[in-house]
Nanobody, 124 residues
Framework: QVQLVESGGGLVQAGGSLRLSCAAS????????MGWFRQGSGKEREFVAA????????YVADSVRDRFNIFRVNTANTIFLQMSKLKPEDTARYYC?????????????????WGLGTQVTVSS
């Protein structure tokens, strides 16, 4: 069982930036494809970004592609979501997830492990 711990959320003004981090709680030789999802109040969970197991490929949702970027540290199970030009509609709880897949995955059902999330609130 892999436990994922997110950090970096908080309150930021519109136009600001945040960097979210996610790390596996235990060292393991196995690497996972990982991703970020978010869920706003009263909304369904939506895909934000994902990166392959080795970090060679990634994908960012169209809605945030010009403002968000995902990257990972070498092959470690640690990923980051760099968010810039934040908007109030980005307010949500952001969840990190890990998949046994080698490639990046964009649907929640392809992920095997989930973190508890970190709250991002963007004020106008």
């Amino acid at each position: 069982q892999v436990q994922l711990v997110e950090s970096g959320g908080g309150l930021v003004q519109a136009g600001g930036s945040l960097r979210l981090s996610c790390a596996a709680s235990e060292r393991t030789s196995k690497t996972y494809a990982m991703g970020w999802f978010r869920q706003g109040s009263g909304k369904e969970r939506e895909f934000v970004a994902a990166i392959s197991r080795l970090g060679g490929t990634g994908y960012v949702a169209d809605s945030v592609r010009d403002r968000f970027n995902i990257f990972r540290v070498n092959t470690a199970n640690t990923i980051f979501l760099q968010m810039s030009k934040l908007k109030p509609e980005d307010t949500a709880r952001y969840y990190c997830a890990a998949s046994n897949s080698a490639s990046y995955e964009i649907t929640a059902d392809q992920y095997d492990f989930w973190g508890l999330g970190t709250q991002v609130t963007v004020s106008s």
